[in-house]
């Protein structure tokens, strides 16, 4: 099993910048799709971004160019770069691990992180 814990959320003005942590233990997530993922109050969860396995990174178009990923397998850990942040981003954010066989659905799922940017 993977366990992840989601950090780094707090408050801040819109435009300005916030950068989310992701520790995994149990397993090195070198073999797995990090993904993030929010969910806004009262919307369903999406998709915010993901980093393949192999060094590849997708994003959701809402994020395109504001948020990166990245990841460092040797400390377990993924990052989420979150700038020019907007009040639509408000939301809370999960870091989630798939492996990477081709499977669609994530297998392990981090807490959540709240994320609230004020206009």
């Known amino acids: 099993h993977v366990q992840l814990q989601a950090s780094g959320g707090g408050l801040v003005q819109a435009g300005g910048s916030l950068r989310l942590a992701c520790a995994a233990s149990?397993?090195?997530?070198?073999?797995?799709?990090m993904g993030w993922l929010r969910q806004a109050p009262g919307k369903e969860r999406e998709f915010v971004g993901i980093?393949?396995?192999?060094?590849?990174?997708y994003y959701a178009d809402s994020v395109k160019g504001r948020f990166t990923i990245s990841r460092d397998n040797a400390k377990n850990m993924v990052y989420l770069q979150m700038n020019s942040l907007r009040p639509e981003d408000t939301a809370v954010y999960y870091c989630a691990a798939k492996y990477s066989d081709g499977r669609s659905k994530y297998d392990y799922w981090g807490q959540g992180t709240l994320v609230t940017v004020s206009s």
């Open positions: 149990g397993r090195t997530i070198s073999n797995y799709h």
């Open positions: 980093s393949g396995s192999g060094g590849n990174t």
